[in-house]
Nanobody, 119 residues
Framework: QVQLVESGGGLVQAGGSLRLSCVAS????????MGWYRQAPGKQRELVAG???????NYADSVKGRFTISRDNAKNTVYLQMNSLKPEDTAVYYC?????????????WGQGTQVTVSS
């Protein structure tokens, strides 16, 4: 059993900042990629940012230069620093962790944390 617990969401004014955290616990095996996705009402879930175990990162074009993803492998934790937030960033943000178990890759998801940006 693996649990992902997210924190750090909330209500912020446009131009403000938030920092999301996601901690993985339970039967932790080899964590590979970690990432953050978001889903706005009426829209599909989309990748916001991803980070490999070695620290390579990728971002959605809409957040480049404003968001920064990082991870602490010793703490099984991934972070998302969100600056210069815009109303269009409003969504439920989900943490995603990939683990390699007996040679197969498995995806695990957090429960989601709401981010609301007011104009």
């Amino acid at each position: 059993q693996v649990q992902l617990v997210e924190s750090g969401g909330g209500l912020v004014q446009a131009g403000g900042s938030l920092r999301l955290s996601c901690v993985a616990s339970g039967n932790i095996f080899s964590i590979n990629d970690m990432g953050w996705y978001r889903q706005a009402p009426g829209k599909q879930r989309e990748l916001v940012a991803g980070i490999t175990r070695g620290g390579s990162t990728n971002y959605a074009d809409s957040v480049k230069g404003r968001f920064t993803i990082s991870r602490d492998n010793a703490k099984n934790t991934v972070y998302l620093q969100m600056n210069s937030l815009k109303p269009e960033d409003t969504a439920v943000y989900y943490c995603n962790v990939q683990m390699i178990i007996l040679g197969r890759t498995y995806d695990f998801w957090g429960q989601g944390t709401q981010v609301t940006v007011s104009s």
